[in-house]
């Protein structure tokens, strides 16, 4: 079974840039979600879709940040304009059903430098 | 709002030796989940556990979960140094006994296991 994909592996901006991360949840996981990585931290939910639709994005900076998943598969997280602070791993996992119980699966993340 | 504690923080341990990490929570939940994560690398499941009382085992790696004191524990048989790692643990945020899937992490504990 593949596992979260997720795109790309680095990436480093300016601050004020804009930056979007990819990610492709394991084949048949309704369930998506975004969290936020600071080092030395652990994740911090960013945004839970079910399907297409938000069930969660109570702590995702709407002034800048931004997610879709628009046919309900794979996703993406943007960040417009980035800040210093948003200097982080973004992680991407996905479960079978929300609420089961299963475990959450991650990707490797997309680590982001802002300069 | 939910707030996830784990002790300690560090942990040194000799290759050999038992220890336990703890994972305090502040609101009702029976769901929580043990995730460990390598250096660069994204998170691993571990264990789930889904009820008071709940306890699994892998390996030199037991967990167990208590609702009414709102405590996980991850204890260590006979460390090795394969088992150097950050050690996440994560509570599912319950609303009226419905689960839905969104957790709150630890600040993680960072495992050094030594000859």
């Known amino acids: 079974e593949a596992g979260v994909a997720q795109s790309p592996r680095y990436k480093i901006i300016e601050k004020r840039q804009s930056v979007a991360f990819w990610c492709n949840p394991i084949?048949?996981?309704?369930?998506l979600y975004w969290y936020q990585q600071i080092l030395g931290q652990g994740p911090k939910l960013l945004i839970q879709?079910?399907?297409?639709?938000?069930?969660?994005d109570s702590q995702l900076p709407k002034d800048r940040f931004s997610a879709e998943r628009l046919k309900g598969v794979d996703s993406t997280l943007k960040i417009q304009p980035a800040k210093l602070e948003d200097s982080a791993v973004y992680l991407c996992?996905?479960?079978?059903?929300?609420?089961?119980?299963?475990?959450?699966?991650f990707g490797d993340g997309t680590r982001l430098s802002i300069l | 709002e939910l707030k996830v504690e784990q002790n300690p923080l560090f942990l040194s341990m000799q290759e050999g030796k038992n220890y336990t990490i703890y994972c305090n929570y502040s609101t009702t939940s029976d769901r929580l989940y043990w995730y460990r994560q390598d250096p660069g690398k994204s998170l691993e499941s571990l264990f789930v556990?889904?009820?008071?009382?709940a306890v699994k085992q892998e390996g030199r790696l037991m967990a167990s979960l208590d609702t009414k004191a709102r405590l996980s524990t991850l204890h260590i048989t006979a460390a090795v140094h394969d088992l150097s790692a950050t050690y996440f643990c994560?509570?599912?945020?319950?609303?009226?006994?419905?689960?839905?899937?969104?957790?709150?992490f630890g600040q993680g504990t960072i495992l050094t296991v030594h000859p």
């Open positions: 879709f079910q399907n297409n639709g938000v069930v969660d």
């Open positions: 996992a996905s479960s079978s059903i929300q609420g089961s119980g299963q475990p959450q699966h």
């Open positions: 084949s048949g996981h309704a369930t």
């Open positions: 994560a509570v599912d945020n319950q609303l009226a006994g419905t689960s839905y899937g969104k957790l709150t």
């Open positions: 556990l889904l009820s008071n009382g």
